[in-house]
């Protein structure tokens, strides 16, 4: 079977930084992706990690560790705007099946 | 239109009633995918369709029955549904294929299902 971990919740101040960890167990793995989801909204795709390390797209940064079965996703620079629920999803086979993890509702306060 | 679009937005129905739900993508995609998001679980994966072919069908019960009639277009078909089965019903599309690469999805705003 595959699963994935993440924290429910997670809160931060405006302008820090934030980590949110997530990791797998799963029968094949290809990648690693996040999505951010707003209340009320459509998840909309943040990032992929194929490889091991760090990608950057502006103040969003995903992390990725095959050895480890671990990834992680860090925003900074918070802003109330990315108060949101995150989910982490792996991509097992060579398919378009993502399995997704529980989510992480991140709140940002001022 | 752009994106995905699913309709309704909200549906209400009886244990005994037909409904469908309806999703559309105008972004030229192959895969289709239909998502059950309830609160506090993870998104489940429903069925794919890779080219108009169901690729996957995750153990869902036959009260829900997916449609694809061409790659812009997919239906889902409810009857005899239970309360449990209410929940944020959500479309996604991406490229399809099997190459391994990533193939970003794109979710539609979903449908809110309730079952009375």
């Known amino acids: 079977g595959q699963s994935l971990e993440q924290p429910s919740e997670v809160t931060a101040v405006e302008g820090a930084i934030v980590q949110i960890n997530c990791t797998y167990q799963?029968?094949?793995?290809?990648?690693l992706s996040w999505y951010q989801q707003h209340d009320g909204g459509a998840p909309t795709f943040l990032s992929y990690?194929?490889?091991?390390g760090l990608e950057e797209t502006g103040r969003f940064s995903s992390f990725l560790s095959r050895s480890d079965s671990y990834g992680y996703l860090l925003l900074q620079e918070l802003q109330m705007k990315d108060s949101a629920s995150y989910f982490c999803?792996?991509?097992?086979?060579?398919?378009?099946?993502?399995?997704f993890g529980g989510g992480t509702r991140l709140m940002v306060k001022p | 239109e752009t994106g995905v679009t699913q309709t309704p937005r909200h549906l209400v129905m009886g244990m005994t009633n037909k409904k469908s739900l309806k999703c559309e993508q105008h972004?030229?995609?192959?895969?289709m995918y239909w998502y059950k998001q309830s609160a506090k679980k993870p998104l489940e994966l429903m069925f794919v369709?890779?080219?108009?072919?169901?690729?996957e069908n995750n153990s869902v019960p036959s009260r829900f029955s997916p449609e694809c009639p061409n790659s812009s277009h997919l239906f889902l078909h409810l009857h005899t549904l239970q309360p449990e089965d209410s929940a944020l019903y959500l479309c996604?599309?991406?490229?399809?294929?099997?190459?391994?690469?990533?193939?970003?999805?794109?979710f539609g705003p979903g449908t809110r299902l309730t079952v009375l």
């Open positions: 996604a599309s991406s490229q399809g294929g099997t190459s391994g690469g990533h193939n970003e999805q794109f």
């Open positions: 799963t029968s094949g793995f290809y990648g």
């Open positions: 990690n194929a490889l091991d």
């Open positions: 999803a792996v991509k097992g086979d060579a398919g378009n099946m993502l399995t």
């Open positions: 972004l030229g995609h192959n895969a």
């Open positions: 369709y890779n080219f108009k072919e169901q690729t």
